[in-house]
T-cell receptor
Framework: NAGVTQTPKFQVLKTGQSMTLQCAQD?????MYWYRQDPGMGLRLIYY???????DKGEVPNGYNVSRLNKREFSLRLESAAPSQTSVYFC?????????????FGPGTRLTVT | GQQLNQSPQSMFIQEGEDVSMNCTSS?????WLWYKQDPGEGPVLLIA?????ELTSNGRLTAQFGITRKDSFLNISASIPSDVGIYFC???????????FGKGTKLSVIP
């Protein structure tokens, strides 16, 4: 099992450009999450998808959109990148509904917006 | 809003020493999780705690869910260089599968 995979690993964008971060999991989990990590801030939830076909905002959703493409895949889109979106982005998945709150993370995408 | 404090923010210790870090909150939670993040990697789950008072070990790591349900502790015994990294606590509240993370404890081990 690869677990949670993310592409790309690194990306540099100019202000105003758009891009989509891809995430896939092979653990048959029903829930998926997108976080951003900034120095000294821990991980902050951007969006999550409790199950296929549903998405909800997290703590810091402004400037982002998400798509739960199927049970395996959950993408994060930046429509018009801003320097404030320079961060490391992590995707995670979990199997809610079983009393299990444990989330498993991908390796991250390091995004720089100039 | 809910306050989550993780301390210390950073620690420098000698190899072989024991380490203790903790998280405290202003609210009651159902779940405490502890993660470790190596440089350039995603967080990896170390220990999950689901009951107040629960004490769980994973090798040299021991974590406890505080009896008041407002805090949790992580201890590392006999530290080694590969323990270096950032340790995060995370909690989940009643009726929610969302996790809220602490700001992390950065651990450095001096050989």
């Amino acid at each position: 099992n690869a677990g949670v995979t993310q592409t790309p690993k690194f990306q540099v964008l100019k202000t105003g450009q758009s891009m989509t971060l891809q995430c896939a999991q092979d653990m048959n989990h029903n829930s998926m999450y997108w976080y951003r990590q900034d120095p000294g801030m821990g991980l902050r939830l951007i969006y999550y998808s409790a199950s296929e076909g549903t998405t909800d905002k997290g703590e810091v959703p402004n400037g982002y959109n998400v798509s739960r493409l199927n049970k395996r895949e959950f993408s994060l889109r930046l429509e018009s990148a801003a320097p404030s979106q320079t961060s490391v982005y992590f995707c995670a998945s979990s199997s809610i509904g079983t009393g299990d709150y444990e989330q498993y993370f991908g390796p991250g995408t390091r995004l720089t917006v100039t | 809003g809910q306050q989550l404090n993780q301390s210390p923010q950073s620690m420098f210790i000698q190899e072989g020493e024991d380490v203790s870090m903790n998280c405290t909150s202003s609210s009651i939670f159902n779940t405490w999780l502890w993660y470790k993040q190596d440089p350039g990697e995603g967080p990896v789950l170390l220990i999950a705690l689901y009951k107040a008072g629960e004490l769980t070990s994973n090798g040299r790591l021991t974590a406890q869910f505080g009896i008041t349900r407002k805090d949790s502790f992580l201890n590392i015994s006999a530290s080694i260089p590969s323990d270096v990294g950032i340790y995060f606590c995370a909690y989940s509240g009643a009726g929610s599968y969302q996790l809220t993370f602490g700001k992390g404890t950065k651990l450095s081990v001096i050989p």
